[in-house]
């Protein structure tokens, strides 16, 4: 295993950079893409029902509210971010074996919490890893990010078939040989050692650039968290909901599927279309097709519109997702020095985690008393977050982002 790069090299390439972070990327991916559709189908197979289903998913996003900035700022502190990213993949993937023992409720939730403790942390240090490349290397981060959606609509795509073929008792083992997939890729991370000196992103906008605690900073991420919480009764009931309408395994693999060929085709352009727009610009965009999202997920059903209906909604993933997914890294590149890049990530995270939790820990009593109807709710969630925006100064929502130069 290659050892830290020492400080006089830290600003080299790596060899295969961009390769190597995009293979991360997608390794990390494949468990989450076949996790988020089908593992709500396996626990109510299992025999939970919709309050049960919604503490499972519910429990372990309040606990890495806490466990999840504490692992990414250690990873700060830390000679070789990789490292730890391989640990906690690791660990990730043994405790994913115990899903393969009787599903008791009990034992199920308490697996659940401990296991996304090392599970979430996943995305946020690659992302650190990338954004780093981002800010010494001029990488394009979309370009790298999109392998990431390559693979989770992989997964999302095969799920359906395995589950048809092999019926929701293969989701454990189709989870637990994700994760170890991607703790042998994680070994061959590239090591670009801890920083140990300033971005050469410009200096003067790092000096006239929001800070990790500051208002708008605060403001930013808050407002980006709400807006991601909306799909929480999607991520939790959207299978369900999918499935009580009469649709088959095989075309909910689809519909999960097709909203994220419409993430990877966004990610295609945004550079070229939208790479000039401020990161609170993006995330407003995400708001608003969040917002036309769920006002009209519900009114597919009622007038026969039926699958097509519903991949014409999912389509609009490639807004409020996407523009989420690429607007807050956006904020912390160009505001953030990379020496707390991982607090910044572990920042964003909480936000995002305490409305997520949040939201799907109440999605269980919302879709038993509304059922698509609580769709608009998850509208006026995500209208709520945009509305926040409106509250960052207009100094910031005017950032463009400026090439990273070597020689700053």
Same mark, same amino acid.
């Given at each position: 295993?290659?050892?830290?790069?020492?400080?006089e090299?830290?600003?080299?390439?790596?060899?295969?950079? %961009?390769?190597?972070?995009?293979?991360?990327?997608?390794?990390?991916?494949?468990?989450?893409?076949?996790? !988020?559709?089908?593992?709500?189908? $396996?626990?109510?197979?299992?025999?939970?029902?919709?309050?049960?289903?919604?503490?499972v /998913?519910?429990?372990?996003?309040?606990? *890495?509210?806490?466990?999840?900035?504490?692992?990414?700022?250690?990873?700060?502190?830390? &000679?070789?971010?990789?490292?730890?990213?391989? =640990?906690?993949?690791?660990?990730?993937?043994?405790?994913?074996?115990?899903?393969?023992? &009787?599903?008791?409720?009990?034992?199920? !939730?308490?697996?659940?919490?401990?296991?996304?403790?090392?599970w979430?942390?996943?995305? #946020?240090?690659?992302?650190?890893?990338?954004?780093?490349?981002?800010? *010494?290397?001029?990488?394009?981060?979309?370009?790298?990010?999109?392998?990431?959606?390559?693979?989770?609509?992989?997964?999302?795509?095969?799920?359906?078939?395995?589950?048809? $073929?092999?019926?929701?008792?293969?989701?454990?083992?189709?989870?637990?040989?994700?994760?170890?997939?991607?703790?042998?890729?994680?070994?061959?991370?590239? *090591?670009?050692?801890?920083?140990?000196?300033?971005?050469?992103?410009?200096?003067?906008? /790092?000096?006239?650039?929001?800070?990790?605690?500051?208002?708008?900073?605060?403001?930013f991420?808050a407002?980006?968290?709400?807006?991601?919480?909306?799909?929480?009764?999607?991520?939790?009931?959207?299978?369900?909901?999918?499935?009580?309408?009469?649709?088959?395994?095989?075309?909910?693999?689809?519909?999960?599927s097709?909203?994220?060929?419409?993430?990877?085709?966004?990610?295609?352009?945004?550079?070229?279309?939208f790479?000039?727009?401020?990161a609170?610009?993006l995330?407003?965009?995400?708001?608003?097709?969040?917002? !036309? *999202?769920?006002a009209?997920? #519900?009114?597919?059903?009622?007038?026969?519109?039926?699958?097509?209906?519903?991949?014409?909604?999912?389509?609009?993933?490639?807004?409020?997702?996407?523009?989420?997914?690429?607007?807050?890294?956006?904020m912390?590149?160009?505001?953030?020095?990379? %020496?707390?890049?991982?607090?910044?990530?572990?920042?964003?995270?909480?936000?995002?985690?305490?409305?997520?939790?949040?939201?799907?820990?109440?999605?269980g009593?919302?879709?038993?008393?509304?059922?698509?109807?609580?769709?608009?709710?998850?509208? =006026?969630?995500?209208?709520?977050?945009?509305?926040?925006?409106?509250?960052?100064?207009?100094?910031?929502?005017?950032?463009?982002?400026?090439? #990273?130069?070597?020689?700053?």
């Open positions: 295993m290659a050892e830290p790069a020492p400080p090299e830290q600003f080299v390439k790596p060899r295969h950079f %961009e390769l190597r972070v995009a293979l991360l990327f997608s390794a990390i991916f494949v468990s989450v893409g076949f996790h !988020l559709p089908y593992f709500p189908l $396996w626990l109510q197979a299992s025999g939970f029902d919709a309050n049960q289903i919604a503490f /998913l519910s429990a372990p996003l309040f606990l *890495r509210l806490i466990t999840t900035p504490l692992i990414t700022m250690l990873a700060d502190r830390l &000679p070789e971010r990789a490292d730890l990213l391989i =640990a906690v993949v690791g660990i990730t993937a043994l405790l994913s074996l115990g899903y393969l023992l &009787p599903p008791t409720y009990g034992f199920v !939730l308490g697996l659940s919490v401990i296991l996304h403790v090392f979430t942390p996943h995305a #946020p240090l690659v992302d650190s890893i990338a954004l780093s490349g981002v800010r *010494r290397f001029g990488v394009d981060y979309a370009r790298i990010r999109k392998w990431g959606s390559i693979a989770f609509v992989s997964a999302n795509f095969s799920g359906g078939f395995i589950i048809a $073929w092999w019926s929701a008792s293969a989701v454990p083992v189709v989870i637990s040989a994700g994760l170890g997939l991607a703790f042998v890729v994680c070994l061959f991370a590239p *090591r670009l050692g801890r920083p140990r000196r300033s971005s050469p992103l410009s200096a003067a906008a /790092l000096r006239d650039a929001p800070g990790l605690l500051t208002r708008n900073f605060l403001l991420i407002a980006a968290g709400i807006i991601n919480s909306s799909h929480g009764l999607l991520f939790s009931f959207g299978s369900i909901y999918f499935r009580d309408v009469g649709i088959d395994e095989r075309t909910i693999g689809f519909l999960y097709w909203m994220v060929l419409a993430e990877i085709g966004m990610m295609l352009v945004f550079q070229r279309v790479g000039r727009f401020s609170p610009a995330v407003m965009i995400a708001g608003a097709g969040a917002v !036309l *999202r769920w009209l997920m #519900p009114l597919v059903e009622p007038p026969g519109a039926g699958v097509a209906g519903f991949f014409a909604v999912q389509s609009l993933h490639a807004v409020s997702t996407v523009f989420l997914l690429l607007g807050v890294p956006k912390i590149a160009e505001t953030i020095g990379e %020496e707390r890049m991982g607090a910044a990530q572990g920042a964003a995270f909480f936000a995002s985690g305490l409305s997520m939790g949040l939201v799907t820990l109440v999605s009593g919302i879709y038993s008393a509304l059922g698509a109807s609580g769709f608009y709710l998850m509208a =006026a969630v995500a209208a709520f977050g945009a509305s926040l925006l409106l509250f960052i100064s207009p100094t910031v929502q005017a950032v463009v982002a400026t090439p #990273p130069s070597r020689d700053s």
